[in-house]
């Protein structure tokens, strides 16, 4: 079987269980709380970790498509430069969201 197939069943899978549990949770229940700084840098990161984990993966299987003409390391590369980038400029807005008065 196919390894894009498995990711794309286990995605829907994911997407098919989230959409029935937001709808089990009743409004005078749920929480009015929002995610606090903590939490949501930490979701960041767990969303910057599974993009390292799948990189060389990714970078192997386009290396191998006909039109494209660069190596994989080329293309792990320039996906480390771009993660680079997002947490480079997801730290500064932290920091100057943080040194911002609530006035």
């Known amino acids: 079987m196919d390894t894009g197939l498995i990711v794309a069943i286990i995605a829907a899978v994911i997407a098919i269980a989230a959409v029935f549990y937001a709808r089990s949770v009743k409004p005078e229940t749920a929480?009015?709380?929002?995610?606090?700084?903590?939490?949501?840098?930490?979701?960041g990161i767990v969303g910057l970790a599974i993009l390292l984990l799948a990189m060389p993966w990714a970078a192997g299987a386009i290396s191998v498509l006909s039109f494209i003409k660069s190596t994989d390391f080329a293309i792990l590369s320039g996906a480390v430069y771009a993660l680079g980038i997002l947490a480079l400029l997801g730290g500064l807005a932290l920091?100057?969201?943080?040194?911002?008065?609530e006035g």
């Open 31 to 43: 929480s009015n709380n929002t995610l606090s700084f903590g939490q949501a840098l930490g979701a």
């Open 95 to 101: 920091v100057i969201f943080r040194n911002t008065s």
